[in-house]
């Protein structure tokens, strides 16, 4: 019995069992963890892509594609603010603060 415990010590001393075998564990382990939980995101996806007919019979009205651009929507911000007319204030500084 005492030479058990002597070889199973020694065993444990080992720095590749103590510090090595847990660390590669961990690593393959978590690996196929992270399989499972990404993998369960693919599985329970539900994506439905809604034809514009369907979505007419539902009252909603979809723009052409193509008539709404970047360059439409900075027209549309220009004619409603005036930037020749825009003046910089300076707001109130709080007392104790001043120049």
């Given at each position: 019995?005492?030479?058990?415990?002597?070889?199973?010590?020694?065993?444990?001393?080992?720095?590749?069992?103590?510090?090595?075998?847990?660390?590669?564990?961990?690593?393959?382990?978590?690996?196929?963890?992270?399989?499972?939980?990404?993998?369960?995101?693919?599985?329970?996806?539900k994506?439905?892509?809604?034809?514009?007919?369907?979505?007419?019979?539902?009252g909603?009205?979809?723009?052409?594609?193509?008539?709404?651009?970047?360059?439409?929507?900075?027209?549309?911000?220009?004619?409603?603010?005036?930037?020749?007319?825009?003046?910089?204030?300076?707001?109130?500084?709080?007392?104790?603060?001043?120049?």
């Amino acid at each position: 019995m005492d030479h058990f415990s002597k070889s199973l010590d020694s065993f444990f001393k080992n720095k590749f069992i103590r510090y090595g075998l847990p660390f590669i564990l961990l690593v393959v382990g978590g690996s196929f963890g992270l399989r499972e939980f990404s993998q369960i995101r693919y599985d329970y996806r539900k994506v439905k892509f809604i034809s514009p007919e369907e979505l007419k019979k539902q009252g909603i009205e979809m723009k052409p594609r193509g008539s709404v651009t970047i360059e439409t929507e900075y027209k549309k911000l220009l004619e409603q603010v005036n930037l020749e007319e825009y003046e910089n204030k300076r707001i109130p500084r709080p007392p104790g603060f001043e120049d």
